[in-house]
């Protein structure tokens, strides 16, 4: 695994896709057509569920359809953190852990 | 949801059954999408500018639409930046194009039987009447049994073919064809090298494109047509260079070098020509090419370069490894190809390239974002 691979996985990715689309199209969403889930076990709101397939159909340009779709739960963990915090540096450090967790599965696997 | 919503959904269903047939049923020529692949009506970028000229390396995971016409249809309706493709490729090209995909990705199988690189020739923009550089293409039987082979046959005009392929080729051995475009009128031309076909596998596809122009183009040549690095021990490196020339009429923009073929694996290069340089007629740059053999074995590759003007004819990198005791264990497998369709994690844009377009856009929108939330 490269530096810029790493640098790339753990700050630029989660930095910026947690901006658009936590900060940017989560909080639109919120701001014009629903309401934010009141706990953290609470069932993801519509707006939640609306942005975690818009995110996932983001990842299309890159994984295959079916990863893809695995993307809608992390990002609905995601989206649930940024309802509940309304912040951005939360989501940023659970998307980088994410990807942390992704890379040790991907690493203990055999080449 | 609203009830109404779940009565749309068997029309949905059934619109999306309607274009995914609609995708398949294309009659497909898998020769004519080699020639779609590297060039397209009205001079759009073809599908080389972003998924390389070695499809084989899977770059951009361009082989998940090898015999799909309709991901690769649903790709260009979805994915921004593919979206003027649309326009230039019908129903019928983008079945061409999902045939040709598939015979790549037989070629870029880690158990492949066959080898044949590069897997596309470009000669650029040559000047009318100008003398063509020579683009060798080598074919390997990578199996154990000997391969038959029919003549090497070029489907379309404009260029010239010769080879010393054998009508049977061993296992482990190899052939070259060379191949020369014609510059006597102006005016794009594309062609198929097809290579086949004895029952056991289907032809092999190469494309081939060229544009003869009639106005002043930039033309680079290499100061060699190949690198031989010796033997070396298993573990140690050799670095050789190689020096680009711009001899044209006007200045040449350098765009990719690509390494290509089965033995790539201990090659890589460096140095003072990367994509984007622009070479005046009469200045050069040098390109570190290193060796560095991590096992015991030959390897084999071409390297070979993109740019405005006439591309330089492709480079053999050739060298052998042998372990400390003197014993030459077999040649090293190929590289997998780099589809990694899992690996690397949850981004949108490709882990292993910061200089990429899906990187640039989000940093756009980010900033839009976060001006719109300033406000």
């Known amino acids: ?111 | 949801m609203n009830p109404r919503s779940w009565q749309r959904w068997p029309r949905f269903v059934i619109g999306v059954l309607a274009v995914s047939a609609a995708g398949t049923a294309q009659a497909q020529d898998a020769s004519r999408g080699a020639q779609w692949y590297l060039q397209l009506p009205g001079e759009v970028p073809s599908c080389v500018s972003c998924h390389g000229p070695d499809p084989t390396q899977n770059r951009n995971n361009i082989l998940r639409a090898a015999n799909q016409p309709a991901t690769l249809l649903r790709t260009l309706n979805t994915v921004g930046v593919m979206g003027y493709l649309r326009d230039s490729l019908n129903d019928a090209a983008i079945a061409d194009l999902a045939a040709y995909l598939a015979r790549v990705a037989v070629v870029a199988a880690p158990d492949a039987a066959v080898a044949l690189w590069p897997s596309t020739v470009e000669f650029g923009s040559l000047p009318v009447g100008a003398a063509s550089p020579l683009h060798s293409v080598w074919l390997r039987n990578l199996g154990g049994a000997a391969l038959d082979l029919a003549r090497p046959q070029l489907l379309g005009s404009g260029f010239t073919l010769s080879d010393d392929c054998p009508a049977s080729l061993a296992p482990g051995a190899s052939c070259r064809l060379a191949l020369r475009a014609s510059t006597a009128a102006a005016g794009p031309s594309a062609a198929t090298l097809q290579l086949g076909a004895s029952a056991a596998w289907s032809p092999l596809l190469l494309g081939v494109s060229a544009s003869v122009v009639s106005t002043a183009a930039g033309q680079l040549s290499a100061n060699a047509a190949q690198l031989e690095f010796g033997t070396l021990e298993a573990g140690a490196r050799l670095t050789r260079s190689i020096t680009l020339t711009s001899h044209g009429t006007a200045p040449v923009t350098l765009g990719v070098a690509t390494l290509t073929g089965p033995g790539r694996g201990p090659f890589q290069f460096d140095g003072a020509c990367p994509p984007g340089t622009v070479l005046a007629p009469g200045s050069q740059c040098v390109l570190q090419v290193t060796y560095a053999p991590a096992v015991a074995g030959s390897a084999q590759a071409t390297l070979q370069w993109r740019s405005d003007g006439v591309n330089p004819g492709t480079v053999t990198l050739d060298g052998r490894a042998t372990a400390a005791a003197g014993v030459v264990p077999p040649p090293s497998p190929a590289p997998p190809p780099s589809a990694s369709p899992g690996g690397g994690g949850c981004t949108i844009g490709p882990p292993d390239q910061l200089a990429d377009v899906s990187h640039a856009v989000l940093l756009a929108l980010a900033l839009a974002v976060m001006v719109w939330r300033r406000r």
């Open chain 1, 1 to 111: 695994m490269s530096a810029v691979a790493l640098f790339v996985l753990l700050l630029l990715a989660p930095l910026l896709e947690e901006t658009v689309f936590r900060r940017g199209v989560h909080a639109w969403a919120l701001r014009h057509r629903g309401t934010a889930a009141r706990r953290w076990w609470a069932w993801p709101s519509r707006v939640n569920w609306l942005v975690a397939l818009l995110f996932a159909a983001a990842h299309l340009l890159r994984l295959p359809p079916v990863l893809a779709l695995a993307v809608v739960v992390p990002a609905l963990v995601l989206g649930q953190v940024y309802e509940m915090t309304g912040r951005l540096w939360p989501c940023v450090a659970a998307h980088a852990a994410f990807n942390l967790v992704w890379l040790g599965l991907n690493a203990s696997q055999p080449a």
